[in-house]
């Protein structure tokens, strides 16, 4: 290859790809469910915050696996083009490939750091993840390290988030892609003993899993023993990783991925544009420092 970097490159295209797959196949599946009832809900009193618990009893909203089988494809695309990096920083260090044990060899990777301890360990640990990589390129990958983002954003930093997806496929289970209620309506078709007040709002950490509260209705006592029926008419996010947007992070990751790309490489426009007509126009865009 004329570039080091093409490989590294093609992967990060392919995960792009596989990326717009994925989200053409939720689009065309449909998360719209507020023009009809989304499964079945119930609500709980809750005298000490005088107030209906809704919780998910069962719903019409069955994601397919194939999902979860996708977004591993994207998951370890985007990580073998960071690997891939590292790969070519090490050949064109002080200690090449050549000059290392199979031990070391099989060691190389890109380290993606919650703290700064964190990275220094796996720079100059006892088994270096990046060995012999000239100072200038060690500077530029820390530049782009998690924990540079400070503690409490560094959880959620698209990196941090693709190295938890990526052990976990891996080694676990299969990452789901599960669901969020982001909008919609709850109605309420009986009411006893009570008067409704107010609703209240989604906790934005909570899955939308079977038994899962997911929204409130508060009331004013009127009687003994309240009691409410509903239905629930909601659209739901597709969200990964506990609780993160999934298109969120799609587009937080084609550019944190990319930018590093950048940093040593010219994006080949030619070989992308052999994988995917659209994909150099569309994510040259999203690699553009103006739109930070």
């Known amino acids: ?47 000490n915050h005088h107030r209906f618990a ?71 640990g006892k088994r270096p993840k990046l060995p012999g990589v000239r100072r200038a390129d060690i500077a530029v990958v820390r530049r782009h390290q998690p924990y540079k983002r400070g503690k409490r954003a560094s959880h959620w930093h698209a990196l941090s988030v693709l190295d938890r997806l990526s052990r976990h496929d891996k080694h676990r289970t299969i990452q789901p892609v599960a669901g969020y209620p982001f909008d919609g309506l709850v109605e309420i078709t009986h009411v006893r003993n009570c008067v409704p007040t107010r609703q209240g709002k989604n906790r934005p950490r909570d899955k939308l899993d079977i038994g899962a509260e997911f929204a409130w209705i508060y009331v004013r006592k009127t009687g003994a023993n309240p009691a409410m029926r509903v239905k629930a008419h909601i659209r739901v996010k597709p969200i990964v990783d506990e609780y993160l947007w999934l298109n969120e992070w799609f587009t937080k990751t084609v550019v944190a991925v990319g930018r590093i790309l950048q940093d040593f490489s010219e994006m080949p426009q030619e070989l992308l544009e052999g994988l995917d007509a659209s994909l150099t126009q569309t994510e040259s865009r999203a690699l553009d420092p103006a739109s930070s």
Not at 56 to 74: C, D, E, H, K, M
């Open 1 to 47: 290859m004329a570039d080091p970097f093409e490989s590294a490159w093609l992967k990060w295209a392919w995960a792009v790809v596989e990326s717009n797959a994925l989200q053409a196949d939720i689009d065309a599946f449909g998360l719209d469910f507020k023009g009809k009832e989304f499964g079945r809900v119930r609500a709980d009193y809750q005298p």
């Open 54 to 124: 809704i919780s998910l009893v069962s719903t019409n909203a069955v994601f397919p696996q194939r999902w979860g089988l996708r977004l591993g494809n994207i998951v370890h695309n985007y990580r073998s083009c960071l690997d891939h990096i590292a790969w070519t920083l090490v050949e064109r260090g002080h200690t090449p490939p050549t000059k290392l044990s199979e031990s070391q060899r099989k060691g190389v990777y890109f380290p993606i750091a919650l703290t700064r301890d964190e990275f220094n360990g796996a720079i100059q």
